[in-house]
């Protein structure tokens, strides 16, 4: 409205202490692409075990929770070094405030971690039955195989709050417009659709094709919406002053609307080509090069949402 | 008992004796600020006005800190005061980025969440806060918004129509009210922050959220080897040329 903008008030701050910046940095951003990679890949996994026998993707079984656990430890190290007083993380299982997401998502993502524990545990020891054949934690892996299969279910279940709690915490942050939940919800979920079949690609050189066809499908039409989403965020954005204010900071130029458009060149439209022509031509090393440029997409994309609304002055 | 403030802004003159208060009574460190008092030109010359806004918590009914505290370090008192508790706290800055009033920093020397609590200790102990006792104008009006009979409440009465509160429509219900505010002064989209206007203070954004010298490392150490005292000078060392080149690339707000 004009009569509220600077050109009618011609307001100028003339003295005032200095704001905070950035808050929520780089290590916060990598958190979220840990955590899309750590979900994604059982999301997908599960997805991929319903489609196909899993005789045609033998390394599955194994690689998929190990993955995901160096994924979510990588999330969960950030997570802990990103506190300003990382010993007393402790306090969210002694002293919990559960109407935070915070709160909630730490306890979900630590079982969800536990659980991929035990199947990365029991999945390596049976891919590789001879390795420490009289060790204790081996045995008692190989005797449980079964259960392994039984908490699946649950585990993919759990992956699914874990990938979506991020953006609850993100629409509690009501100081930044820019994120809202429904929004963020699909965003975090496509985010995980596109990281965990980008990681599964590297892993998949010696499936079946329609398995890999399975994978490039996924990431295609995670990257094709995701795109849609951020462009429908960038172009139309009209749902409150602040919103439109934060995205002026892309807008205008600078470094955040170079970050902007090469994560969405990179990370959404070369890898949605990339892996729509691979599913015809069945090339393998242009699937992998679709599936970098994601992982690199993402973390750009996702670090310039997670910055710009913390630049506007709250007060 | 719900505690609540108002200020008159047709009474504040700026001399910022509230803020020196209430940096004195709650120790509160360099590079920090529990209520801030910020200077606002409206207008081109000759018909230009220099506005005075005190800020501070908003100790909101509907609390988007409190709710986004993973540990309850930030929880209500009985009167209505929203409360924090440094001992608790995390340092995970969720308050900070729940905030819509920007109230809450990092303390530098704890690194945990602080802001204003209306001087709890004071009231505890039936005194007022620090800020309405240093006030010459007597523009801070502080009591029971639920008490028709208090100062403040028969305020509220009296200016019906013209009490103000910061941002609305974040449905906090803020427990911070202002008689006298306008758009230009209350809401931070419609004034500019532009470099040389300054008066005295150039810095117009930190560079560092909690200790500047305090590593992460240092944040697993802490508690068993002890830190650097940070002392004034730590928080002198601001690199001007690198702090302008960044803010012209933020847009310049």
Redesign the interface.
Same mark, same amino acid.
């Given at each position: 409205m004009l009569?509220?903008?600077?050109d009618a /008030?011609?307001?100028?701050?003339?003295?005032?202490?200095?704001?905070?910046?950035i808050?929520?940095g780089w290590m916060i951003t990598l958190n979220m692409w840990a955590k899309s990679i750590g979900t994604g890949v059982i999301l997908i996994g599960a997805y991929l075990l319903y489609r196909h026998k899993k005789e045609e993707m033998p390394n599955l079984r194994w690689l998929m929770p190990l993955i995901s656990f160096i994924a979510l430890n990588v999330f969960l190290l950030f997570t802990l070094?990103?506190?300003?007083?990382?010993?007393?993380?402790i306090?969210?299982f002694l002293?919990? *405030?559960w109407?935070?997401?915070?709160?909630v998502g #730490?306890w979900m993502a630590s079982l969800f971690t536990l659980l991929v524990t035990i199947m990365m545990v029991i999945g390596a020891f049976d891919a590789f039955p001879e390795f420490r054949r009289h060790c204790a934690l081996a045995k008692t892996a190989r005797e449980h195989s079964a259960f392994y299969e039984k908490i699946f279910p649950f585990v993919v279940f759990l992956a699914i709050p874990v990938t979506l709690y991020t953006a609850i915490?993100m629409a509690?942050?009501?100081?930044?417009d820019l994120w809202q939940a429904p929004t963020e919800m699909m965003q975090m979920l496509l985010a995980a659709f596109m990281a965990g079949s980008a990681a599964l690609i590297f892993i998949s050189g010696e499936w079946s094709k329609e398995a890999r066809k399975d994978l490039a499908l996924v990431l295609a039409m995670a990257v094709f919406f995701s795109f849609t989403m951020y462009m429908g965020e960038y172009f139309f954005s009209f749902k409150?002053?602040?919103a439109e204010?934060t995205l002026?900071?892309v807008h205008?130029g600078?470094?955040y609307n170079v970050q902007f458009w090469l994560a969405m060149i990179l990370g959404f439209v070369i890898p949605f080509f990339l892996a729509v022509s691979s599913m015809k031509s069945e090339n393998k090393t242009l699937l992998r090069f679709a599936a970098v440029l994601a992982l690199v997409g993402l973390y750009l994309a996702k670090d310039v949402w997670l910055k710009i609304p913390?630049?506007?002055?709250?007060? | 008992m719900k505690l609540g403030f108002l200020v008159d802004l047709n009474l504040c003159m700026g001399c910022k004796g509230c803020e020196v208060a209430c940096k004195v009574e709650n120790e509160v460190p360099l590079?920090s600020?529990r209520l801030?008092v910020?200077?606002?030109?409206?207008?081109?010359f000759p018909d230009a006005s220099?506005n005075f806004t005190p800020?501070r918590c908003n100790h909101c009914e509907n609390a988007?800190c409190?709710?986004?505290?993973?540990?309850?370090a930030l929880h209500y008192l009985e009167n209505g005061i929203v409360n924090i508790d440094n001992e608790?706290?995390?340092?995970?800055?969720?308050c900070?980025?729940?905030?819509?009033?920007?109230?809450i920093?990092?303390d530098p020397e704890t690194?945990?969440a602080d802001k204003c609590t209306y001087c709890a200790h004071r009231i505890e102990s039936g005194m007022m806060p620090a800020c309405v006792v240093a006030c010459p104008v007597e523009a801070n009006i502080f009591g029971d918004v639920e008490d028709d009979t208090s100062h403040i409440a028969r305020y509220i009465m009296e200016h019906q129509g013209g009490i103000q509160v910061?941002k609305p429509?974040?449905h906090?219900d803020p427990k911070h009210y202002y008689v006298g505010g306008g *758009?230009? /002064?209350l809401?931070?989209? #419609?004034?500019?922050?532009?470099e040389g206007?300054?008066?005295?203070?150039n810095? /117009?954004?930190?560079?560092h959220?909690?200790d500047p010298h305090?590593s992460?490392l240092d944040?697993?150490l802490a508690?068993f080897a002890g830190h650097k005292k940070a002392d004034n000078k730590s928080f002198m060392d601001f690199d001007q040329a690198k702090a302008e080149e960044?803010h012209e690339?933020?847009?310049g707000?």
């Open positions: 009569e509220h903008g600077i /008030t011609r307001a100028v701050v003339t003295m005032d202490v200095a704001l905070p910046g808050i929520w070094v990103d506190l300003h007083q990382p010993l007393r993380m306090n969210i002293h919990p *405030n109407t935070s997401a915070i709160t #730490a915490i509690e942050s009501s100081a930044r409150s002053a602040e204010a002026e900071y205008a600078g470094e913390q630049m506007l002055p709250l007060s | 590079s600020w801030r910020k200077y606002i030109d409206v207008g081109v220099r800020l988007p409190e709710r986004i505290c993973p540990v309850s608790r706290c995390i340092g995970c800055a969720g900070m980025m729940a905030c819509p009033y920007g109230a920093y990092m690194n945990t910061r429509e974040k906090t *758009n230009q /002064t809401n931070p989209l #419609a004034h500019e922050r532009i206007y300054g008066l005295f203070n810095i /117009t954004h930190l560079d959220v909690g305090h992460i944040r697993f508690p960044s690339q933020e847009g707000h």
